[in-house]
T-cell receptor
């Protein structure tokens, strides 16, 4: 079993929809949680970085961590075609050794 | 500020050969981490270098090795290439203080024939 599980999709939504992306993790030592966005043929780009449980909002993006259920979520409001990419969740107990989910492919259609 | 750069961007090798990939971190960053990305396994941590020392290591065979130079540039070497080594190899740099942001380069696409 992978330490971080993520539904690979693909997920297709109409423009303007609210998108919900989710991951679960099994390692209780994980304290830091990240969401990266990766466009085709590019490296991952950090979207959100959260520590422990709670919500963090940045523009159209909200990251949510529930440590009691080991559940990580990313919500995208008013989704745009430019949001079409692969979204990767990642966790670490500290330091730079990140454990990634396999990524969810998102397509936002006009 | 220039981002993380990786060279070469694309590489084709045959089984049994060895390959060296290069990563130049963001100026001022002292930590460089390497990851392997494949469709089946996703992104997997290879190792991290900080101040020329390997600070952390993933679960990869000894054929995968790396080093870091005094200017923080890093190289990764894979010896005796196997077909399964075909992947996108990504490096990420950070200040290296611990819970700081890692910035990824565009990757090197390695194809082993």
């Amino acid at each position: 079993q992978k330490e971080v599980e993520q539904d690979p999709g693909p997920l297709s939504v109409p423009e303007g929809a609210i998108v919900s992306l989710n991951c679960t993790y099994s390692n209780s030592a994980f304290q830091y949680f990240m969401w990266y966005r990766q466009y085709s043929r590019k490296g991952p780009e950090l979207l959100m970085y959260t520590y422990s449980s709670g919500n963090k909002e940045d523009g159209r993006f909200t990251a949510q961590v529930d440590k009691s259920s080991k559940y990580i979520s990313l919500f995208i409001r008013d989704s745009q075609p430019s949001d079409s990419a692969t979204y990767l969740c990642a966790s670490t107990g500290g330091g730079n050794k990140l454990t990634f989910g396999t990524g969810t492919q998102l397509k936002v259609e006009l | 500020k220039a981002g993380v750069t990786q060279t070469p961007r694309y590489l084709i090798k045959t089984r049994g050969q060895q390959v060296t990939l290069s990563c130049s971190p963001i100026s001022g960053h002292r930590s460089v981490s390497w990851y392997q990305q494949t469709p089946g396994q996703g992104l997997q941590f290879l190792f991290e270098y900080f101040s020329e020392t390997q600070r952390n290591k993933g679960n990869f065979p000894g054929r995968f090795s790396g080093r870091q130079f005094s200017n923080s540039r890093s190289e990764m070497n894979v010896s005796t290439l196997e077909l399964g080594d075909s992947a996108l190899y990504l490096c990420a740099s950070s200040l290296g203080r611990g819970e700081d942001t890692q910035y990824f380069g565009p990757g090197t696409r390695l194809t082993v024939l």
